[in-house]
């Protein structure tokens, strides 16, 4: 009995030892409440508790956190202050770029970051934050515990019109620190229209790149602001629009075994130099697409056409010539003018040349008259019909094709007061001066008191000319059936 008295007595004491000991910590807890200290001023100001409005003025109230020393307050509020007015350049920013159209979808989140990094808007922020005045601080001392710590409010404020007149400072100079590089400000550097695209690019990709810059930065044109980065994207467009097609050189009948050449000789109204430029060449034969293939330019401004003409069918084809570029992402495919030529292709088209060969005794054949080339050219284009030879006779000094008719002539003993003419003819087929093909020699005599010797005997040479049909074989094996 005396034992369990004894530890009823224990655990008593115990309890009531455990009460005595938090008692005591609560006590403590209750010393230890912050004790306010010092204020300054003595008295609290209304603008720690609520910041003030005015139509005139911004104000900004910063409060720092609980710091051991009073200096460290100061600066910490400070801080507080400097924060709060980067955060309000950048809505200024925002607005304005929303009133302005400048930049879709300026969210905090995208803004934000550069805002806080951007150097120029830190130092106008800190220029309107060194101006607070002393009176401006009110600090509050306290204890806490056995530690000091200090708090600190600043006010600050600023006529809303300096606010903006700073932001509309840091528009301008980021505008003059990007626009001072557009082609149009330093004419002498670029003498081609690649520099000048990739120069205008240039600005654009700088100032795009910076949400801030694509909000601010504009250029000052005849209509007015405009944004920069639209701007200079709009200016390396134009200068491609403006490359035109001067004039096209070529042939528009293209022969069995030529091909299609044209020179497309390009201009631009802004530079000399045209380079970074080609064109979409498109052949089509009845609407029908054959062949498409891209050309560039040369150091001449031109652009080099070749339509190799080996497999195409005899016929009438169109050529389109489209300016087009895809060498700037950020512009992506820009077409500017274009340009369609027609052609036809097929049968070799071939003159008639008549070369005379006097010998000694030969007569002036002036009485063969001026039919002769009319009546070989006749003859020629009804044997190249019959066998299906692709040569037409032509009037053309451009061809480097051509039938030559050799003729010599020798004037005979008259007989019985008639005069006697032996006409000799060899007819040829040359190309750039080549002979491709040659008929035999063919010879005949004409007898005449009537001055119709030398038209007696090219008759005769005519009836020849047509059954030389081993000429037209031949002629036929060089230059290949039609397609």
């Known amino acids: 009995m005396r034992r369990i008295f004894s ?61 051991a020393t009073e200096k460290e307050a100061r600066s910490d ?25 400048s930049v879709k979808a300026l969210t905090s989140d995208v803004i934000d970051p550069y805002i806080e990094s951007e150097e120029m808007i830190q130092r106008y922020a800190q220029a309107y934050v060194h101006e607070i005045l002393p009176e401006n601080y009110y600090t509050e001392h ?31 100079n980021i505008s003059e620190r990007y626009s001072s590089l557009l082609p149009e400000k330093q004419k002498s550097k670029f003498n081609s229209t690649k520099s000048a695209i990739q120069a205008y690019l240039g600005v654009y990709e ?77 052949l089509s034969q009845g609407g029908k697409v054959i062949a498409s293939t891209l050309l560039g330019t040369d150091d001449k401004n031109n652009i080099e056409v070749l339509v190799k003409t080996e497999k195409l069918k005899y016929g009438d084809y ?39 060969i006097k010998e000694k005794s030969a007569a002036q054949l002036s009485e063969l008259g001026n039919e002769i080339n009319t009546k070989i050219e006749n003859l020629l284009q009804e044997k190249l019909t019959e066998n299906e030879i692709p040569i037409k006779i032509a009037d053309s000094s451009t061809s480097k094709s051509e039938f030559v008719l050799q003729i010599k002539s020798t004037e005979l003993k008259t007989v019985k007061d008639a005069k006697k003419i032996r006409l000799t003819a060899t007819l040829l087929f040359q190309k750039e001066s080549i002979t491709l093909a040659k008929s035999s020699e063919i010879t005949a005599d004409g007898l005449s008191k009537s001055g119709m010797a030398a038209e007696m005997a090219f008759q005769q040479i005519s009836e020849q000319l047509k059954e030389n049909e081993s000429f037209y074989k031949n002629l036929l094996n060089v230059v290949g059936a039609k397609r």
């Open 77 to 101: 509020a400070y801080q507080n202050v400097l924060n709060q007015v980067v955060k309000y350049y950048g809505e200024l920013i925002k607005s304005q770029a929303s009133e302005t159209k």
């Open 318 to 356: 169109s050529v389109l010539i489209q300016l087009y570029t895809d060498a700037y992402k950020e512009l992506g495919e820009v077409y500017t003018s274009s340009s369609n030529i027609n052609f036809s292709f097929g049968y070799i088209q071939a003159p008639v040349k008549i070369e005379y």
């Open 206 to 282: 700088a100032v795009h790149k910076n949400p801030i810059y694509q909000a601010v930065a504009y250029v000052q044109t005849s209509a007015g602001k405009a944004s920069l980065d639209e701007y200079a994207l709009q200016q390396a467009k134009r200068i491609i629009q403006n490359i035109n097609i001067k004039e096209i050189d070529c042939l528009k009948k293209v022969e069995q075994g030529s091909d299609f050449k044209a020179i497309v000789r390009l201009i631009s109204k802004d530079y000399e130099k045209i380079t970074g430029m080609g064109a979409k060449i498109t």
């Open 142 to 172: 306290w204890l806490i515990g056995d530690k000091d710590e200090w708090k600190c409010w600043v006010k600050c404020s600023v006529s809303k019109q300096k606010i903006q007149s700073e932001i509309e400072n840091f528009a301008k």
């Open 7 to 67: 530890i009823v007595l224990f655990v008593t004491f115990v309890f009531f030892s455990c009460k005595s000991t938090n008692l005591e910590q609560i006590e403590k807890k209750e010393v230890a409440r912050p004790e306010l200290l010092e204020q300054n001023p003595p008295q609290r100001p209304d603008w720690a508790d609520s910041i003030p409005h005015s139509e005139e003025n911004l104000y900004f109230v910063g409060l720092s956190n609980g710091i």
